[in-house]
Structures are given as structure tokens and as C-alpha cells.
């Protein structure tokens, strides 16, 4: 049993970012790494995270980084039979779930509503009927509790989920950090110079990491999700059998959007070299070469993003590399991006299993560590689907 | 070479040589059918799709990217034309393409073009341009075939 918090006396909630910065300017950006670092000096901070993002339903709750509780319900199974994601599905089975799951998250904490200071949504990007649901039920229990609420990116989350483990490595060691995400629709490279301060350095041009393990492993007849099922099939394959293409940029004068090609992605001409060696090679589709099959077209995956990753290192010295997001899950994936840590003598942060795929841990913590956007008035608090980083 | 006699029910058939050669045939198909036509694209896993958009941004002036919707669903460009890039991969069925506000997104003005159109077959309105990339004899092949659903036909 928890002894009360001295706090918990006073009704009115605590104001979450005392300066009252408007969101979204340079000042605002500076008072909440500011407010990041003095708020836990202050008193514990527990933050209800709630995510919906996607395919999974999840809610959690984080006291001062820590995690008390995290519950995930995914609609992986629901979404096999059409190899993907289907929006619709998502937006009914969050509804749900999610009451369920907040519930579930509070018991295991062992808190009350009364406990809490603060509630952290998911608020973009993703899709739009799926974000509504988590964001619906925020309002709705900061309308019931009185709580401030805060909107979190999704990718924040993400780029914070390095730091959930219980040996969290030293926020004050890490920057700049370059980070790997593979999240979802989302792949490249972000450098993030300090807490909240990101930028894109390099992304895919066409289709996502996870995207071109999802389709491959249709075209391979796999099953969905494809990254887990293709790691599967891969298992004592020979990844030499067959060179598919490292995700080059075809054509040069591809728009990037201003970055730097050499750290940018591509993974369409993968897809297709599969689907073309698929249709000529029809044995490699069926036993010990489906290993060989499935080996190759991960290890060209992997190998893409850690071209990338490798170019990027040498473009700038980093004090860490991180690896975030449902695709840095595969093995093959974490082992290639320790030896090339290893080399570059900086340390490796990688999410744990866990927190790479999506959960509200993550949401509550970068909320808790002031990464979230407050929202003075929850009851217009809308969804953004394409949120930029 | 492409067999131009699959051109049935009219319409016409382009071989590439290339993703290149693929974005170009995507400039001449907005030159043609103009800066607000709705294009319904068909073919298969990595057929080139999401290529035959990219050449349709860049004809417009598209400075960003033009990256797979599969998972946002929709992607809007500003060019010289809005650029609608709608993905209809993940969706099971017509109420849920509905949902998306179907409607309204085809009376946007500027190009429309849509990858796996087939799961829409019966909402596309009269005057869609319909494009289906089919694999040619070479990986880095396809043939184009190209036509349109006039109002009445």
C-alpha cells in the first residue's frame, strides 16, 4: 500500500508545464526540455498513457520513466487474413478493448484515478478512426477526473522508448543520438540533437521497411505480420543464395525532399525483384529454399538500413545509435547494428523487445519527460494523421 | 514486346523499359487526359504503381518524396496540380473505402490516382482513366495499358 503523496491534498491539478508556453514555437520547445529536467525534482510524476494508433490497442502507466504497468491488446490475428492493417476493423476493435485495458493498466499499478497527474494520448500520426478512439477516451476522462491532458506523437514515443528499460541509459550521454526508426508506415534515420529536438536525416522514398517485409512475405505466401514470419522462415537460411537489390535509389533525380540521398531509402525495386525471381524460379517458394528465399530478402532489407545507417555515421560524429520501432524487433537487425556500433565505438541503444512495437509505456514516458504538447482546451483536442515529426 | 492486341475494348498499350521510362509515360498520361483526371491503377505486387505516381509528381513539379500510402491510406502533393495518391491495399470493402470520404476526395481538384482501384470498381465515376501495369518479357518491363470509361459507355 502506497502511503498518500503529500500532493494528492490539492484539488486542482497541477499545472503540467507551469511557464504556460504556447506549443509549438522555439520558446515552447526550450521550456519543455527545461520542464523535463526540473519536473522530477519536484514530485513523482504518474502519466496514464493511452495509444491507438495503428494496429494495436494498449495503455499504460509511468511513474517518473518508470513503467508500473503496460497492457497491449494487438489486432494482429483479426488483421491476418487480409495481410495488413484494415481501418475499420482497427477503429472497432479499440473501442473495445481499450476500457478493458485501461483498467487492467491501473490494477497493476496499483493506483487509483486519484493518483494520477496526467494523461498522455497518442494524437498522430496514423490513421485517422483509429487516433480518434484513444483521443475520444481521453477527453472523455479528463472531462470525469479533472486531468491534464497531453498529445503525444507516435514517433516520440518511439524515439523515447530507448529509455524505458530499467537500465535506461544517461539522458545527458546520448546526444546527439542518431536513431534508426522502423515504425509502421515510418522508416530512416532521425538525429535528435536533444530530448524533443529531431529532425529526419534520411527516409525511405517509397515503401517502409516494415511495408517490404509485410508485402514480401505475402508475395512468399507467409502470413502476416511479415517481418516475424519472414525472421521465422529465415532461420537457417543461406542469405548469399540470391543478391535482391539494397534498396539503391533508382534514379538519381528522385525528389528527397532536400536530404541527402546517400541516407535516404528504397524499397519498391525490392518487391518487385522478389516478385520477378518468385515467378522465375518457382522452387524457391517451397522447403529448404523458401529458407534460402526468405534469408536473402531480409538480409536485403537489413542491409539497406544499415548502408544507411553506416553513411550516416561517418557524416558525423555521434555520441549513440539507436535502434526503435516494430522492425528493430528482428534479430538479424539488432545483431548487424551492435558490430556496427561496435565499430564506431559508441554505444547501442535498443529498444527492448517489448517497447519496439506499439505500446502506451512509451507514450506516457516521453509525455512524463515533457515531450508531449499540452492541451489547454482537451474538449477541441483533435487527431492529426499526418503529424510531422 | 507487348501483345497490343490485349488493348480489347479499346484503349491503348504502352511498353516500358524501365521504371524511367514508366514515370515518363506517367508526364505524357497527365499531358493527355489532363490536371484533374481520376486514375484508377491496376497490377500486381511491385508492378510499378507507386513508380507510375512518382512520374506524375515530378511531371506536376512535386519537390517532395513520393512515398507508398499503403499505411496512411492517402498522401496529398501541391504542384503545378494537387496530387492525390490514394492506396486502397488495406481496405476489405466498399463501406470502408466509403469511410475514407471517398466523395470528397474524388471532387478534389487536381490528379487523383488511386493504386488497387479493382476494390473500388463500382465507385469510380464516369471518365476515370484506367491503367493496368502487366509484367513484359523482361523484369524491368511492363506494358502500359491504358483506357478510359466514358459516361454512357
Known amino acids: 500500500m502506497r502511503l498518500p503523496h503529500r500532493r494528492r491534498a490539492l484539488a486542482a491539478p497541477t499545472p503540467l508545464y507551469p511557464s504556460g508556453a504556447p506549443a509549438g514555437n522555439a520558446a515552447g520547445r526550450r521550456n519543455r526540455v527545461t520542464t523535463a529536467r526540473v519536473w522530477p525534482l519536484l514530485a513523482p510524476m504518474r502519466v496514464l498513457g493511452i495509444e491507438t494508433s495503428c494496429d494495436e490497442t494498449a495503455a499504460a502507466v509511468v511513474e517518473d520513466g518508470r513503467v508500473r504497468a503496460s497492457r497491449v491488446r494487438s489486432q494482429v490475428r483479426d488483421h491476418a487474413p487480409f495481410g495488413g492493417v484494415v481501418p475499420e476493423l482497427a477503429s472497432r476493435r479499440h473501442v473495445e478493448a481499450l476500457p478493458g485495458l485501461l483498467a487492467e493498466a491501473l490494477r497493476e499499478a496499483g493506483l487509483a484515478w486519484s493518483d494520477l497527474d496526467l494523461i498522455a494520448v497518442t494524437a498522430g500520426p496514423g490513421l485517422a478512426g483509429a487516433l480518434l478512439v484513444g483521443v475520444g477516451a481521453a477527453q472523455a476522462l479528463h472531462a470525469a477526473t479533472g486531468l491534464p491532458l497531453a498529445a503525444v506523437h507516435h514517433l516520440q514515443g518511439h524515439l523515447h522508448s530507448v529509455f524505458l528499460g530499467p537500465d535506461a541509459p544517461d539522458p545527458m550521454r546520448v546526444y546527439p543520438m542518431l536513431v534508426l526508426l522502423v515504425s509502421g508506415g515510418h522508416t530512416g534515420l532521425v538525429r535528435v540533437a536533444a530530448p524533443g529536438r529531431q529532425a529526419w536525416i534520411g527516409r525511405t522514398l517509397d515503401d517502409a521497411a516494415g511495408e517490404a517485409l509485410d508485402k514480401g512475405a505475402t508475395l512468399l505466401g507467409l502470413g502476416y505480420p511479415g517481418g516475424p514470419a519472414i525472421e521465422r522462415a529465415a532461420r537457417g537460411g543461406d542469405p548469399a543464395r540470391h543478391a535482391f537489390p539494397r534498396g539503391r535509389i533508382a534514379g538519381s533525380e528522385a525528389p528527397t525532399g532536400g536530404l541527402d540521398p546517400e541516407l535516404c531509402l528504397s524499397f519498391s525495386g525490392l518487391k518487385t525483384a522478389l516478385r520477378y525471381y518468385l515467378r522465375d524460379h518457382p522452387e524457391a517458394r517451397g522447403g529448404t529454399a523458401l529458407r534460402d528465399t526468405a534469408a536473402a530478402y531480409q538480409e536485403a532489407v537489413i542491409d539497406a538500413l544499415c548502408a544507411r545507417v553506416g553513411a550516416a555515421l561517418g557524416r558525423e560524429r555521434y555520441a549513440a545509435l539507436a535502434g526503435v520501432g516494430g522492425v528493430a524487433r528482428n534479430g538479424r537487425l539488432r545483431s548487424r547494428l551492435g558490430e556496427i556500433a561496435a565499430t564506431a565505438g559508441i554505444p547501442l541503444l535498443l529498444a527492448a523487445p517489448d517497447w519496439c512495437t506499439d505500446n502506451a509505456a512509451m507514450i506516457a514516458a516521453a509525455a512524463g519527460a515533457g515531450l508531449g504538447r499540452p492541451v489547454p482546451d482537451p474538449a477541441a483536442l483533435d487527431v492529426r494523421p499526418n503529424w510531422p515529426l | ?153
Open chain 2, 1 to 153: 514486346m507487348c501483345d497490343r492486341r490485349s488493348a480489347h475494348g479499346g484503349g491503348e498499350v504502352f511498353a516500358t523499359d524501365g521504371p524511367e521510362a514508366t514515370r515518363r509515360l506517367a508526364a505524357r498520361l497527365i499531358e493527355r487526359f489532363g490536371k484533374d483526371a481520376i486514375f484508377a491503377l491496376h497490377g500486381e505486387l511491385g508492378a510499378g504503381k507507386t513508380c507510375l505516381v512518382q512520374g506524375m509528381a515530378r511531371a506536376l513539379g512535386v519537390r517532395e518524396p513520393v512515398t507508398s500510402p499503403t499505411f496512411a491510406l492517402v498522401h496529398e502533393y501541391d504542384g503545378a496540380a494537387p496530387l492525390t495518391h490514394i492506396d486502397l491495399y488495406r481496405l476489405a470493402d466498399e463501406g470502408e473505402i466509403l469511410e475514407l470520404g471517398w466523395d470528397e476526395l474524388l471532387e478534389r481538384p487536381g490528379i487523383k490516382a488511386i493504386e488497387w482501384a479493382e476494390r473500388a470498381a463500382a465507385l469510380l465515376p464516369d471518365g476515370t482513366v484506367h491503367v493496368t501495369l502487366d509484367a513484359g518479357d523482361a523484369p524491368e518491363r511492363r506494358c502500359v495499358r491504358v483506357w478510359r470509361v466514358e459516361a454512357g459507355a
